[in-house]
Protein backbone atom coordinates (compact mmCIF):
# COMPACT_ATOMS: atom_id res chain seq x y z
CA UNK A 1 0.00 0.00 0.00
CA UNK A 2 1.30 3.11 -0.84
CA UNK A 3 2.16 5.83 2.21
CA UNK A 4 0.04 9.03 1.58
CA UNK A 5 2.89 11.06 2.58
CA UNK A 6 4.98 9.53 0.35
CA UNK A 7 2.26 10.04 -2.89
CA UNK A 8 2.58 13.61 -1.69
CA UNK A 9 5.89 13.89 -2.08
CA UNK A 10 5.87 12.61 -5.20
CA UNK A 11 3.33 14.80 -6.83
CA UNK A 12 4.99 17.77 -5.18
CA UNK A 13 8.29 17.02 -5.90
CA UNK A 14 8.49 14.67 -9.36
CA UNK A 15 10.27 17.04 -12.00
CA UNK A 16 7.19 17.78 -14.58
CA UNK A 17 8.67 15.54 -17.52
CA UNK A 18 8.28 12.90 -15.54
CA UNK A 19 5.28 10.32 -15.72
CA UNK A 20 3.59 10.42 -12.76
CA UNK A 21 1.17 6.86 -13.22
CA UNK A 22 4.95 5.33 -14.00
CA UNK A 23 5.97 7.38 -10.86
CA UNK A 24 3.44 5.66 -8.90
CA UNK A 25 3.95 2.28 -10.26
CA UNK A 26 7.66 2.64 -8.97
CA UNK A 27 6.34 3.69 -5.81
CA UNK A 28 4.00 0.70 -5.31
CA UNK A 29 6.90 -1.55 -6.15
CA UNK A 30 8.65 -0.44 -2.82
CA UNK A 31 11.59 2.12 -4.81
CA UNK A 32 12.22 4.80 -2.29
CA UNK A 33 10.39 8.21 -3.51
CA UNK A 34 14.13 9.99 -3.42
CA UNK A 35 15.20 7.62 -5.94
CA UNK A 36 12.06 8.12 -8.65
CA UNK A 37 12.13 11.58 -7.81
CA UNK A 38 15.67 11.87 -8.92
CA UNK A 39 16.99 14.55 -6.31
CA UNK A 40 17.02 15.57 -2.59
CA UNK A 41 17.39 18.72 -1.11
CA UNK A 42 20.20 18.35 1.37
CA UNK A 43 20.59 21.89 3.47
CA UNK A 44 19.32 23.60 0.74
CA UNK A 45 21.57 22.28 -2.13
CA UNK A 46 19.93 20.06 -4.54
CA UNK A 47 21.87 16.79 -5.07
CA UNK A 48 20.93 14.07 -7.46
CA UNK A 49 20.32 10.28 -6.06
CA UNK A 50 20.22 7.13 -7.57
CA UNK A 51 20.66 3.55 -6.83
CA UNK A 52 24.58 3.94 -6.81
CA UNK A 53 24.40 6.45 -3.88
CA UNK A 54 22.96 6.28 -0.28
CA UNK A 55 20.00 8.70 0.04
CA UNK A 56 21.59 11.51 2.26
CA UNK A 57 19.55 11.45 6.03
CA UNK A 58 18.59 14.36 8.29
CA UNK A 59 21.27 13.54 10.65
CA UNK A 60 23.99 13.89 8.07
CA UNK A 61 22.70 17.60 7.84
CA UNK A 62 23.17 17.55 11.74
CA UNK A 63 26.35 16.48 11.40
CA UNK A 64 27.31 19.16 8.97
CA UNK A 65 25.71 21.47 10.88
CA UNK A 66 27.65 20.60 14.23
CA UNK A 67 30.99 20.14 12.21
CA UNK A 68 30.79 23.63 11.19
CA UNK A 69 30.12 24.94 14.39
CA UNK A 70 33.16 23.36 15.40
CA UNK A 71 35.51 24.79 12.22
CA UNK A 72 34.45 28.46 13.45
CA UNK A 73 35.24 27.34 17.25
CA UNK A 74 38.40 26.18 16.31
CA UNK A 75 40.12 27.25 13.14
CA UNK A 76 40.94 30.43 11.43
CA UNK A 77 43.02 29.31 8.36
CA UNK A 78 41.79 28.20 5.29
CA UNK A 79 41.09 24.55 6.01
CA UNK A 80 41.84 21.34 4.02
CA UNK A 81 38.92 18.82 4.72
CA UNK A 82 38.67 15.23 3.63
CA UNK A 83 34.98 13.60 3.46
CA UNK A 84 35.62 10.28 3.67
CA UNK A 85 32.88 8.15 1.80
CA UNK A 86 31.58 11.10 0.24
CA UNK A 87 28.56 8.77 -1.91
CA UNK A 88 26.09 11.61 -3.29
CA UNK A 89 29.23 14.29 -2.32
CA UNK A 90 26.14 16.14 -0.06
CA UNK A 91 28.99 16.64 3.09
CA UNK A 92 31.48 17.83 1.11
CA UNK A 93 29.29 20.13 -1.43
CA UNK A 94 27.70 21.50 2.03
CA UNK A 95 30.74 22.28 3.52
CA UNK A 96 32.31 24.15 0.38
CA UNK A 97 29.24 25.96 0.43
CA UNK A 98 29.40 27.10 3.65
CA UNK A 99 33.23 27.76 3.73
CA UNK A 100 34.18 28.49 -0.23
CA UNK A 101 38.78 28.96 0.95
CA UNK A 102 38.34 25.40 1.96
CA UNK A 103 39.97 22.62 -0.03
CA UNK A 104 37.47 19.96 -0.14
CA UNK A 105 38.31 16.56 -1.33
CA UNK A 106 35.71 13.60 -1.17
CA UNK A 107 37.07 10.16 -1.49
CA UNK A 108 34.97 6.38 -2.16
CA UNK A 109 35.90 3.18 -2.98
CA UNK A 110 32.48 3.43 -5.58
CA UNK A 111 33.71 4.42 -8.92
CA UNK A 112 30.10 4.69 -9.34
CA UNK A 113 28.92 6.69 -6.74
CA UNK A 114 32.22 9.28 -7.59
CA UNK A 115 30.44 9.79 -10.54
CA UNK A 116 26.99 10.95 -9.32
CA UNK A 117 29.50 13.25 -6.40
CA UNK A 118 30.80 14.47 -9.80
CA UNK A 119 27.65 15.42 -11.70
CA UNK A 120 26.44 17.08 -8.18
CA UNK A 121 29.48 19.63 -7.73
CA UNK A 122 28.83 20.60 -10.87
CA UNK A 123 25.69 21.04 -10.52
CA UNK A 124 26.02 22.95 -7.40
CA UNK A 125 28.91 25.25 -8.78
CA UNK A 126 31.45 23.71 -6.55
CA UNK A 127 35.01 22.26 -6.96
CA UNK A 128 35.57 19.32 -5.11
CA UNK A 129 38.75 17.27 -5.51
CA UNK A 130 37.36 13.40 -6.03
CA UNK A 131 39.91 10.70 -5.16
CA UNK A 132 38.19 6.79 -5.96
CA UNK A 133 40.18 4.63 -2.41
CA UNK A 134 39.97 2.07 -0.64
CA UNK A 135 39.23 4.40 2.72
CA UNK A 136 43.06 5.60 2.93
CA UNK A 137 44.13 2.85 0.10
CA UNK A 138 44.57 6.37 -2.55
CA UNK A 139 44.76 9.15 -0.17
CA UNK A 140 48.58 10.90 -0.08
CA UNK A 141 47.78 14.64 1.44
CA UNK A 142 47.03 15.12 5.20
CA UNK A 143 43.76 17.29 6.08
CA UNK A 144 43.19 19.91 9.22
CA UNK A 145 39.02 17.83 9.53
CA UNK A 146 38.03 14.41 8.27
CA UNK A 147 34.64 14.14 8.35
CA UNK A 148 33.01 10.50 7.59
CA UNK A 149 29.76 8.85 7.58
CA UNK A 150 30.84 5.65 7.03
CA UNK A 151 29.02 2.42 6.72
CA UNK A 152 27.77 1.75 10.01
CA UNK A 153 24.83 -1.20 10.43
CA UNK A 154 25.90 -4.50 12.04
CA UNK A 155 26.13 -7.33 9.33
CA UNK A 156 23.14 -9.43 11.06
CA UNK A 157 20.98 -6.05 11.86
CA UNK A 158 17.36 -5.87 11.33
CA UNK A 159 16.43 -2.87 8.52
CA UNK A 160 13.35 -1.75 6.72
CA UNK A 161 13.31 -3.97 3.38
CA UNK A 162 12.73 -0.08 1.48
CA UNK A 163 16.63 0.63 2.54
CA UNK A 164 17.52 -3.02 2.29
CA UNK A 165 16.46 -3.58 -1.36
CA UNK A 166 17.35 -0.39 -2.61
CA UNK A 167 19.94 1.33 -1.42
CA UNK A 168 23.67 -0.04 -2.17
CA UNK A 169 24.69 -2.22 0.79
CA UNK A 170 28.08 -1.30 0.22
CA UNK A 171 26.90 2.20 1.65
CA UNK A 172 25.17 0.18 4.37
CA UNK A 173 26.71 -2.43 5.88
CA UNK A 174 30.34 -2.87 8.04
CA UNK A 175 31.91 -5.70 9.29
CA UNK A 176 33.20 -5.88 13.49
CA UNK A 177 29.62 -5.24 14.43
CA UNK A 178 29.27 -2.01 12.53
CA UNK A 179 32.43 -0.49 14.04
CA UNK A 180 35.12 -1.29 10.96
CA UNK A 181 35.73 1.97 9.35
CA UNK A 182 35.48 3.55 12.47
CA UNK A 183 38.68 1.49 13.77
CA UNK A 184 40.13 1.57 10.38
CA UNK A 185 39.89 5.28 10.14
CA UNK A 186 41.18 6.05 13.75
CA UNK A 187 43.88 3.84 13.61
CA UNK A 188 45.28 5.22 10.29
CA UNK A 189 44.31 8.87 10.99
CA UNK A 190 46.93 10.21 12.32
CA UNK A 191 49.29 9.67 9.31
CA UNK A 192 46.17 12.08 7.39
CA UNK A 193 45.92 14.90 9.90
CA UNK A 194 47.41 18.13 10.54
CA UNK A 195 48.63 18.39 14.25
CA UNK A 196 45.84 20.75 14.82
CA UNK A 197 42.89 18.32 13.70
CA UNK A 198 39.38 17.51 13.93
CA UNK A 199 37.81 13.77 12.91
CA UNK A 200 33.49 13.92 12.67
CA UNK A 201 31.91 11.15 12.55
CA UNK A 202 28.05 10.11 12.21
CA UNK A 203 27.30 7.16 13.92
CA UNK A 204 25.01 4.32 14.85
CA UNK A 205 22.68 5.19 17.93
CA UNK A 206 24.40 2.43 19.63
CA UNK A 207 27.90 2.35 18.64
CA UNK A 208 28.77 5.37 20.82
CA UNK A 209 30.44 3.92 24.01
CA UNK A 210 32.46 1.80 21.34
CA UNK A 211 33.87 4.07 19.16
CA UNK A 212 34.63 6.26 21.90
CA UNK A 213 37.13 3.64 23.46
CA UNK A 214 38.58 2.88 20.06
CA UNK A 215 39.25 6.87 19.61
CA UNK A 216 40.69 6.80 22.91
CA UNK A 217 43.15 3.89 22.14
CA UNK A 218 44.24 6.02 18.90
CA UNK A 219 43.53 9.44 20.57
CA UNK A 220 44.91 9.83 23.85
CA UNK A 221 45.04 13.51 24.19
CA UNK A 222 42.68 13.89 22.47
CA UNK A 223 38.79 15.90 23.44
CA UNK A 224 36.48 13.11 22.81
CA UNK A 225 32.76 14.11 22.24
CA UNK A 226 29.67 12.57 21.74
CA UNK A 227 26.83 14.63 20.96
CA UNK A 228 22.93 13.78 20.03
CA UNK A 229 20.67 14.41 17.23
CA UNK A 230 17.33 16.09 17.59
CA UNK A 231 16.04 12.76 18.42
CA UNK A 232 18.21 12.96 21.40
CA UNK A 233 19.92 9.60 19.63
CA UNK A 234 23.54 8.86 20.28
CA UNK A 235 24.78 10.17 16.61
CA UNK A 236 28.04 12.78 16.54
CA UNK A 237 31.15 11.84 17.63
CA UNK A 238 33.68 14.59 17.47
CA UNK A 239 37.53 14.37 18.06
CA UNK A 240 39.59 17.51 18.75
CA UNK A 241 43.27 17.36 18.86
CA UNK A 242 44.84 20.98 19.27
C1 LIG B 1 26.73 5.75 4.69
S1 LIG B 1 27.29 6.11 3.04
C2 LIG B 1 27.51 7.88 3.19
C3 LIG B 1 27.36 8.63 1.92
C4 LIG B 1 27.33 10.16 2.08
N1 LIG B 1 28.56 10.62 2.65
C5 LIG B 1 26.17 10.58 2.97
O1 LIG B 1 26.43 10.95 4.13
O2 LIG B 1 25.01 10.53 2.53
C6 LIG B 1 28.94 5.46 3.11
C7 LIG B 1 29.79 5.64 1.86
O3 LIG B 1 31.05 4.97 2.09
C8 LIG B 1 31.46 4.34 0.90
N2 LIG B 1 32.39 3.24 1.22
C9 LIG B 1 32.09 1.95 1.52
N3 LIG B 1 33.22 1.24 1.72
C10 LIG B 1 34.25 2.11 1.55
C11 LIG B 1 35.67 1.99 1.62
N4 LIG B 1 36.26 0.82 1.91
N5 LIG B 1 36.44 3.08 1.38
C12 LIG B 1 35.85 4.27 1.07
N6 LIG B 1 34.52 4.46 0.99
C13 LIG B 1 33.73 3.40 1.23
C14 LIG B 1 30.16 3.88 0.25
O4 LIG B 1 30.35 3.66 -1.14
C15 LIG B 1 29.23 5.03 0.59
O5 LIG B 1 29.21 5.99 -0.45
Known sequence: MIDMNELEYLKKYLHPDEDLNEAIKRLENGEPVQYIVGDVDFYGNIIKVNKDVLIPRRETEELVEKTFEYINKLFTNNLSILDLGTGSGCIAITLKKLLPNAKITGSDISSKALKVAKENANNNKVEINYIESNIFSNINDKYDIIISN???????????????????????????????????????????????????????????NEIIK????????????????????????????E
Open 150 to 208: PPYIKEDEEIMDIVKNNEPHLALYAKNNGLYFYKEILKNAHNYLNKKSLIAFEIGETEG
Open 214 to 241: IAKTYFPKAQIILKQDLQHLDRFIFIIN
